[in-house]
């Protein structure tokens, strides 16, 4: 006889489930850079010193907006600031490798990325901690923890099996597909009662 689940669980799992495809996208559009970088240089499309540019501009514009979005995301909801963030992060990185070329402009368009990604994380953990029972909201960091450390792998398979602007194409696809996801669960989350927010 097989024990049963209880609401609280079924939908930690599901809100859980979601925050974690979520992240595992971030996460792979985070390390995507550093994994196609041979083929960028050795193409002569940008050089070691303007990738490493690059990565600094990424990290500090991911670190500036996790200050800035984390205020702002005390006042809009979950769902735009993660679908927001997810469907815009996959157009600035789709841009970087169409304008890869010119060091400035691949230099804006990458920043724009990492500011963009910087929107999941806190309305993610906010939206877990205020839906979730306290021991279900542990489990749901965990799960998306566990899902970030399959990203590097997973950006790493891409890079092996293609050229380097479909990679940044694929990351694309899949950060716009699941910015629309989240706002379409999210909607129906809410209408559910499975999520509110400010409480």
Do not use: H
């Not at 996790?66 to 789709?94: E, H, T, V, W």
């Amino acid at each position: 006889m097989r024990a049963k689940i209880s609401d609280g669980a079924k939908k930690a799992i599901m809100i859980g489930s979601l925050c974690s495809i979520s992240y595992l996208a971030v996460y792979v559009a985070r390390n995507i850079l550093g994994s196609v970088s041979p083929q960028i240089i050795e193409q002569g499309v940008l050089s070691t010193e303007q990738i490493g540019t690059l990565s600094s501009i990424f990290f500090i514009s991911y670190a500036t907006g996790q200050l800035i979005n984390g205020m702002i995301g005390d006042k809009i909801k979950a769902k735009f600031m993660i679908a927001f963030g997810l469907a815009r992060a996959g157009a600035s990185n789709i841009l970087f490798s169409v304008l890869a070329a010119s060091p400035i402009m691949a230099y804006v368009a990458y920043g724009f990325t990492g500011f963009f990604l910087s929107m999941i994380y806190g309305p993610m953990t906010k939206v877990v901690a205020e839906n979730t029972e306290l021991v279900y909201a542990t489990r749901c960091s965990l799960g998306y923890t566990f899902a970030s450390f399959l990203g590097s792998p997973l950006a790493g398979i891409f890079a092996a099996a293609f050229a380097w602007k479909t990679v940044f194409g694929i990351s694309s696809a899949i950060l716009i597909l699941m910015g629309l996801l989240c706002f379409c669960t999210f909607t129906v989350f809410e209408k559910k009662g499975y999520v509110r927010y400010g409480r």
